[in-house]
């Protein structure tokens, strides 16, 4: 039985470790982008005008909505179940069970 736990805990840690890998990469293709989306509009307007359009800014932002929710997704805490609560909530309904049969 050891093996399977083993394996099965093996195989959760695989997928979060492959999560937070993925999170790594859209931090950084949203970094080289948004960089590359500033300088050159920058360069096209002119150094101290083009950084003060906000529209330069407009995906930075955007995308920035949308990276805050997968870093949430990978490390944020749960916060209606929290940590194990599955579990948790198994073993109530499993000795409330319990309990009506002794009854």
Do not use: C
Request: zero cysteines; a neutral charge.
């Amino acid at each position: 039985m050891e093996a399977n736990d083993k394996s099965y805990q093996y195989k959760l840690a695989q997928k979060k470790v492959k999560r937070i890998k993925d999170f790594y990469v859209h931090l950084l293709v949203f970094l080289f982008v948004n960089i590359a989306i500033i300088a050159v509009s920058s360069i096209d307007e002119g150094l101290f005008n083009g950084l003060q359009e906000p529209e330069n800014y407009f995906t930075a932002f955007f995308w920035g909505i949308g990276l805050f929710f997968h870093w949430w997704n990978v490390f944020g805490p749960n916060i209606f179940f929290g940590k194990n609560w599955e579990e948790k909530k198994i073993k109530e309904l499993m000795e409330k069970e319990k309990q009506k049969s002794w009854e």
